[in-house]
């Protein structure tokens, strides 16, 4: 077991969410260092940071004021030093046409918000679990919206 633990941001505007999604994450298995943030913003200003130690994993939330999930995965897979960043939409959205647009624009995954807090856990340890490399060395439709 190493003792590396899994550096995972948030970035989530409804505090109810953040707060469940920190409540999920401490009590799976995996040992993480979460950041949590209230908007786009927030967020890539964080990234971009000259010192900061970039997440393995972002969830982002598709709507956000001041920047957008959208806009944040544009700019995260157009910015030299994210572009490599693994990036989880996590939306209560489940249209096709935002599903199809995030898997365009380079998310790795997507997940529909669970209704159920067993739903949720269930979902982000399965998504921390995931063997990365192979995941995104295999990026298709059929594996990128998560089905719990």
């Known amino acids: ?3 590396h633990s899994l550096n995972i941001a948030l970035a989530d505007d409804d505090q109810d969410d953040r707060t469940l999604f920190k409540e999920a994450i401490e ?17 890539m200003d964080y990234l971009t940071l000259p010192n ?3 997440p393995e994993i972002v969830f982002l939330d598709l709507n956000m004021p001041l920047k957008n999930g959208m806009q944040c995965l544009s700019e995260i897979r157009n910015h030299a030093k994210l572009k ?9 959205s489940s249209s096709e046409e935002d599903i199809e647009e995030t898997f365009v624009t380079g998310a790795n995954i997507y ?14 340890d399965k998504v921390l679990q995931l063997n990365w490399q192979y995941h995104t060395s295999a990026l298709n439709r ?6 719990i």
């Open 1 to 3: 077991m190493s003792l």
């Open 27 to 43: 009590e799976i298995k995996i040992k993480t260092k979460l950041s949590l943030f209230k908007d786009g913003k927030e967020l």
């Open 52 to 54: 900061v130690i970039l």
């Open 84 to 92: 490599d960043l693994m990036v989880a939409i996590y939306s209560t």
């Open 111 to 124: 997940i529909n918000k669970p209704n159920s807090f067993a739903a949720l856990k269930k979902a982000i």
């Open 142 to 147: 059929d594996n990128f919206l998560l089905r």
